[in-house]
């Protein structure tokens, strides 16, 4: 029968701001189990006043004297270690949960970075309170708003020739990948590069508007619930997912265009796959049904998605 984990956060399963795959694996599990995950968001100056708001185990790995740490401003708990994922396969990632840990968040503007980073050149940041039992967040100059958690990053390791990356730059493994769609119930396919797939997840968002413009969205502690599953069946270039109603491509480049270029590729691959239709065929359905969405435009490699029908296929 599968079994059910929990990972905590700790200064030993939390890498700071990088992924590698020479990192240790905190956590076995056989494929199809299930793994709760905390996660952690900030660093020491987006912390509130108020020590008693912040989670221990924040405080345990801000503290930690820590021999590494990479370029990225992330906290990512794992790897976790999926028997059976190989190489050249696929890691089927099952998101289940994700719930808000705390009632507060952050959201920032850093200068010179964001969209407009010629606009935008002092920092500001504003603390956001979260209602945990509403299930809403408040802005300090009023309006509220209803949560939309999701996980910015999931991912699983690069491959070993790439080293050690910085965490803010998704790539083919996954990544901050910033995708407000990838919401608890849809499932998400991360290409596998190492035995093991070796996953992790981070970067809690509370809610984004697609694009996340400043750099920012709501950034807050979660825990995850995922089930994760060898699919040495499956072979893919880059991630995609899908919901109970639709495919979801995804592309990720540093130019937008060729960004949108690659969603729409994958997704008539998508289509032909799972459909009589050809590719031709996938492809005008592409421009007559697709929805075609800008995931982000502020982590290096731009995001571009696209959301597919497929009651239609």
């Given at each position: 029968?599968?079994?059910?984990?929990?990972?905590?956060?700790?200064?030993?399963?939390?890498?700071?701001?990088?992924?590698?795959?020479?990192?240790?694996?905190?956590?076995?599990?056989?494929?199809?189990?299930?793994?709760?995950?905390?996660?952690?968001?900030?660093?020491?100056?987006?912390?509130?006043?108020?020590?008693?708001?912040?989670?221990?185990?924040?405080?345990?790995?801000?503290?930690?004297?820590?021999?590494?740490?990479?370029?990225?401003?992330?906290?990512?708990?794992?790897?976790?270690?999926?028997?059976?994922?190989?190489?050249?396969?696929?890691?089927?990632?099952?998101?289940?949960?994700?719930?808000?840990?705390?009632?507060?968040?952050?959201?920032?503007?850093?200068?010179?970075?964001?969209?407009?980073?010629?606009?935008?050149?002092?920092?500001?940041?504003?603390l956001i309170d979260i209602d945990l039992d509403t299930g809403m967040a408040t802005l300090p100059w009023g309006p509220a708003f209803e949560l939309e958690p999701f996980f910015g990053i999931m991912a699983v390791a690069p491959p070993p020739a790439w080293g050690r990356l910085p965490s803010p730059v998704p790539w083919a493994f996954g990544g901050n990948i910033d995708n407000k769609a990838l919401i608890p119930g849809t499932t998400l396919y991360l290409?596998?590069?190492?035995?093991?797939?070796?996953?992790?997840?981070?970067?809690?968002?509370?809610?984004?508007?697609?694009?996340?413009?400043?750099?920012?969205?709501?950034?807050?502690?979660?825990?995850?619930?995922?089930?994760?599953?060898?699919?040495?069946?499956?072979?893919?270039?880059?991630?995609?997912?899908?919901?109970?109603?639709?495919?979801?491509?995804?592309?990720?480049?540093?130019?937008?265009?060729?960004?949108?270029?690659?969603?729409?590729?994958?997704?008539?691959?998508?289509?032909?796959?799972?459909?009589?239709?050809?590719?031709?065929?996938?492809?005008?359905?592409?421009?007559?049904?697709?929805?075609?969405?800008?995931?982000?435009?502020?982590?290096?490699?731009?995001?571009?998605?696209?959301?597919?029908?497929?009651?239609?296929?």
């Amino acid at each position: 029968m599968p079994a059910t984990h929990h990972l905590s956060a700790t200064p030993q399963t939390v890498a700071w701001g990088y992924l590698d795959a020479a990192r240790d694996a905190v956590l076995h599990v056989q494929s199809g189990d299930e793994v709760v995950i905390d996660t952690l968001s900030g660093e020491p100056d987006n912390l509130p006043a108020d020590p008693a708001r912040v989670l221990a185990d924040h405080r345990a790995v801000l503290n930690a004297q820590r021999k590494e740490r990479g370029e990225g401003v992330h906290h990512l708990t794992g790897p976790v270690h999926v028997q059976g994922a190989r190489p050249g396969g696929c890691l089927q990632v099952d998101i289940l949960a994700a719930t808000p840990r705390q009632d507060w968040g952050f959201c920032e503007i850093l200068p010179l970075k964001g969209l407009l980073p010629d606009e935008f050149t002092d920092y500001q940041q504003a603390l956001i309170d979260i209602d945990l039992d509403t299930g809403m967040a408040t802005l300090p100059w009023g309006p509220a708003f209803e949560l939309e958690p999701f996980f910015g990053i999931m991912a699983v390791a690069p491959p070993p020739a790439w080293g050690r990356l910085p965490s803010p730059v998704p790539w083919a493994f996954g990544g901050n990948i910033d995708n407000k769609a990838l919401i608890p119930g849809t499932t998400l396919y991360l290409p596998v590069f190492n035995d093991g797939a070796l996953f992790s997840a981070g970067d809690g968002h509370g809610r984004q508007g697609d694009g996340e413009v400043c750099i920012d969205a709501l950034e807050t502690a979660l825990q995850g619930r995922f089930r994760l599953t060898a699919r040495p069946d499956l072979n893919a270039h880059r991630p995609f997912a899908e919901s109970a109603t639709h495919l979801i491509s995804m592309g990720l480049h540093a130019s937008l265009e060729q960004a949108a270029e690659q969603a729409v590729r994958q997704m008539t691959e998508l289509i032909t796959a799972r459909s009589q239709h050809d590719r031709h065929q996938a492809y005008m359905m592409c421009s007559m049904l697709g929805d075609l969405r800008i995931t982000q435009v502020v982590d290096g490699n731009k995001g571009v998605h696209m959301l597919f029908p497929k009651s239609m296929l």
